[in-house]
């Protein structure tokens, strides 16, 4: 009796909701220890002193708080908590009409998604789970939804921009993200036979070539201190303008090449490309489905265009996180149907021949083992899903 109870569990809710119930857990501790954290003060930086680069969420945060005589950790954490719910529901919206093998599995649960936010929690440098990424990806996942749940070309189209413009002043990183929008686009008219407009590439075009020399134009021109002084003032902070957090934000992009520092080793471009294994997977599962080859080719330059980020920033485990979430969602969600992808694929007639419960076991261990620190130069092997638990256990005990 209860052996078949615990058939009838679905496992990818329960583990969904597993994650979910760790996310908002989380969330209470950096709630908890949000200004004792490293981290939390350049989440509301804002335009105080001029334009800044990532400060539309500091801004809304900060007026909100000003307005209502909030304490600022609870609007931001307030925030995250419901672009989480957003995320997993999402998640759970477009996953759960999928077929469930070992496969499924192994790209749903990979490391490098979510157990990767989970990795840094209860540190002095605990930040990833409330870093801006989680915009970036939840906006795009929203994009993916409207692209395939609206038919109406106008307001696609119109949110698309909308969501763009939006996700780059929160964190101007989605710059190189655009062509993954064009993607989705594409597929979204392809979909639905609808021809493309010339006038609606050149005007998507205009304004990513605007934001991109805002950015370039502005890039420095603002009194900082200000920022800083006012966030002192307003909310009793003590911050300043030496703090590690703050000293990077109007850096140069000179100074910021990674192939330059002097600890740098060419052994950790190799490194993270093992790391990203399942993206090539991914694209190597694509090429095979995908009888688009333009839609593929416009796949691939979309990739490309991210890589610019890895040499101009430290934070590789970041940027392999965000970029298999947008290779995951472009692949699957707008080019297969609900059994295509996971049951109907090159690496699923290979591992045909094997026994299926040795696979899944072997599909658990590798999702439970290991997950990514947030440098290139930091040891990731031994950050699981079970240190995240034992750093969880020990924190509430």
């Not at 583990?15 to 949000?34: A, D, S, W």
């Not at 002192?232 to 957090?245: C, K, M, Q, R, V």
């Amino acid at each position: 009796m209860v052996l078949n109870n615990i058939r009838k569990i679905d496992i990818f809710t329960a583990l969904l909701f597993f994650f979910f119930t760790l996310y908002l857990l989380n969330l209470i501790v950096l709630h908890y220890n949000f200004d004792s954290l490293i981290t939390s003060g350049y989440l509301l930086i804002n335009y105080d002193g001029g334009f800044l680069r990532r400060a539309l969420l500091g801004e809304v945060i900060t007026s909100i708080s000003l307005s209502f005589k909030l304490q600022p950790k609870n609007v931001l954490i307030f925030f995250y908590t419901s672009l989480y719910i957003l995320f997993f529901y999402m998640n759970y919206f477009f996953f759960r009409k999928f077929e469930k093998n070992y496969i499924f599995y192994f790209f749903v649960f990979s490391p490098i998604y979510l157990t990767y936010p989970l990795a840094d929690v209860s540190s002095e440098f605990a930040g990833t789970l409330i870093s801006r990424e989680v915009f970036l990806i939840t906006f795009y996942l929203l994009f993916c939804f409207l692209c395939k749940k609206i038919d109406n070309r106008t307001i696609v189209y119109s949110l698309g921009l909308i969501v763009m413009l939006v996700s780059t002043f929160i964190y101007e990183l989605t710059i190189l993200c655009y062509p993954f929008y064009y993607f989705a686009y594409y597929f979204f008219l392809k979909d639905r036979k609808l021809s493309i407009k010339i006038y609606e590439l050149v005007l998507a075009t205009l304004l990513f070539l605007l934001i991109i020399l805002l950015h370039i134009y502005f890039y420095g021109k603002n009194d900082f201190q200000t920022v800083i002084n006012n966030l002192n003032t307003n909310f009793g902070f003590n911050y300043s303008l030496d703090n590690y957090i703050f000293s990077w934000l109007n850096q140069d992009i000179d100074k910021q090449l990674v192939f330059f520092l002097p600890n740098f080793k060419i052994s950790y471009v190799f490194k993270y490309l093992f790391y990203a294994h399942p993206i090539f997977l991914l694209l190597f599962i694509s090429y095979k489905n995908i009888n688009d080859k333009f839609g593929f080719a416009l796949l691939i330059f979309s990739i490309i265009s991210f890589l610019i980020v890895f040499v101009i920033a430290i934070d590789w485990a970041r940027f392999v996180h965000i970029l298999y979430c947008f290779s995951l969602y472009s692949i699957i969600f707008l080019n297969f149907d609900n059994h295509s992808f996971f049951k109907v694929n090159p690496i699923e007639k290979y591992l045909s021949k094997f026994n299926y419960k040795i696979l899944s076991f072997f599909v658990f261990i590798y999702c439970s083992l290991w997950t990514l620190e947030l440098t290139f130069w930091q040891n990731h092997l031994s950050y699981g899903i079970i240190y995240v638990l034992k750093k969880n256990f020990l924190y509430f005990y």
